[in-house]
């Protein structure tokens, strides 16, 4: 159940003397839903490159499916499934062909679901590429991949361009296909709202740096925003700052404290403290901000000093 | 089963089954010794995954409200026979502590707890 997909070690890749990756560690187990969240440049499609073989580190390095990523067997592969940008078919292809190719690809793919998947969006075999709306072309790809059956899926905005409805039903399939086999998927987006209600882990991604990796379930149950006044000092142990943000002379507190988060807070910051469920949004925004990040660190990672900075 | 989501209202999903389901329970829609669906199945239905069930259906066995049969399934509780007495004394004991702490805070004594303690079971009686 526990199985290691996907492990990386002080991972880092650079474009000329710009990081795009910075040092990172992360780990997907088999049968997990990994939302991989950034904004533009963040480094989303670097690791996935990174991850795919497509790309080489510049220090550390990565293991898929036990493999190091730079000298993937062909075994292994045949069971990674990939949905990044620039690796589009050519427009001339028909679909039946871009089928046919990807099953002699992947060893698991399963044709009849290729086809109730095109088939959901009225796709027919002997059509272009080409000819398809930018939705219908990912929707094509999509389908190609779940149908593929792997045991990795790395997918970049698979979503973009699809109408709510195919946002969502493409996410559900994703998720009866990780039930069903146990993939390992990573998916990195920047559309919040849908990947939410599919991803049982959230990665966030900043300037190359993984600022946090968690449990979205755990989120959820742990943590908590509270509205505190500017200068009062921020929360100690056992309570975790996770981000913070300012504004006017209100400062906005996402705390982390365990299953009893909000006895925490009260215990600590007194029962009218305004406290606010868990939004993953919220968090993400505070945490990938400008002002919070500026230097490229977590939002509060040194409570020291900006209590100093406060007073 | 009827159970509905909110991927956005910041409340654990896990907890969300668990709440609905109590809920069923209360209401009658689902009763006593009546199966639940698996735990593939419900995660298949709401679209979760499979953990997210196990851990629901865990606290729910906690609170016993329900009863994983290993290798039948999940089932509604048969009400009170259900809890062992060992189990069942341990967690009046739990409850008396509380209910005397809160009570000595109020300053009343164990002597006139227990009265209204019993003037409650009675009106209850009448009541149901």
């Known amino acids: 159940m526990s199985t290691l997909a996907i492990q990386t070690e002080a991972l880092s890749r650079l474009y000329g003397r710009q990081a795009a990756l910075d040092n990172l560690d992360l780990r997907v187990q088999a049968g997990r839903i990994v939302a991989l969240l950034g904004p533009n440049g ?46 589009e078919p050519p427009h001339w292809a028909r679909l039946q062909w871009l089928a046919a190719l990807q099953a002699s690809a992947a060893r698991g793919f399963d044709s009849g679901l290729a086809e109730r998947l095109l088939g959901e969006h009225h796709l027919d075999g002997r ?61 990195a987006t920047h559309i919040i709202d849908d990947i939410e209600r599919v991803a049982d882990e959230v990665a966030v991604l900043h300037r190359g740096r993984l600022l946090l990796h968690a449990d979205l379930e755990d989120l959820r149950e742990q943590v908590r925003e509270v509205d505190v006044p500017a200068t009062a000092p921020l ?46 949004e919220r968090l993400f925004l505070a945490l990938t901000s400008d002002a919070a990040a500026a230097d490229g660190r977590p939002a509060s990672p040194n409570e020291k000093e900006e209590v100093a900075q406060c007073a | 089963m009827n159970v509905r989501l909110d991927h956005r209202s910041g409340e654990p999903i896990y907890r969300q089954i668990v709440e609905q389901v109590k809920y069923l329970i209360a209401r009658g829609d689902l009763r006593p010794g009546e199966q639940l669906p698996s735990i593939r199945a419900l995660a298949a239905e709401l679209r979760v995954n499979p953990r997210t069930v196990v851990k629901a259906y865990e606290t729910l066995q906690h609170g016993n409200l329900v009863v994983m049969r290993h290798g039948q399934g999940v089932f509604v509780a048969e009400n009170r026979g259900a809890v062992p007495a060992a189990a069942r004394r341990k967690a009046l004991v739990g409850m008396a502590r509380r209910l005397l702490a809160e009570a000595s805070r109020l300053g009343a004594g164990a002597d006139e707890t227990l009265d209204v303690v019993r003037d409650v079971s009675r009106e209850m009686e009448r009541g149901s």
Request: proline fraction near 5%.
């Open chain 1, 127 to 187: 059509a272009r590429f080409g000819r398809l709306s930018k939705g219908q072309r990912r929707w094509v790809l999509g389908a190609l991949a779940l149908a593929s059956h792997s045991d990795v899926l790395l997918l970049d905005e698979p979503a973009d361009g699809l109408d709510p409805a195919s946002r969502r039903a493409l996410y559900g399939h994703l998720r009866d296909q990780v039930n069903d086999l146990q993939s390992a998927v990573l998916v």
């Open chain 1, 235 to 280: 929360p100690a142990q056992p309570l975790e700052v996770l981000a913070s943000g300012v504004r006017g002379d209100r400062r906005s507190v996402w705390i982390r404290g365990g299953e009893t988060v909000e006895a925490r807070i009260a215990d600590q910051l007194g029962g009218s403290t305004a406290v606010h469920p868990f939004n993953l």
């Open chain 1, 42 to 87: 963040a480094g989303k499609t670097t690791l996935l490159r990174l991850l795919a073989g497509m790309l080489a580190p510049t220090a550390g390095g990565a293991q898929v499916l036990g493999d190091d990523s730079r000298r993937l067997s062909p075994a292994n592969a045949c069971r990674i499934g990939v949905m990044i940008e620039g690796h």
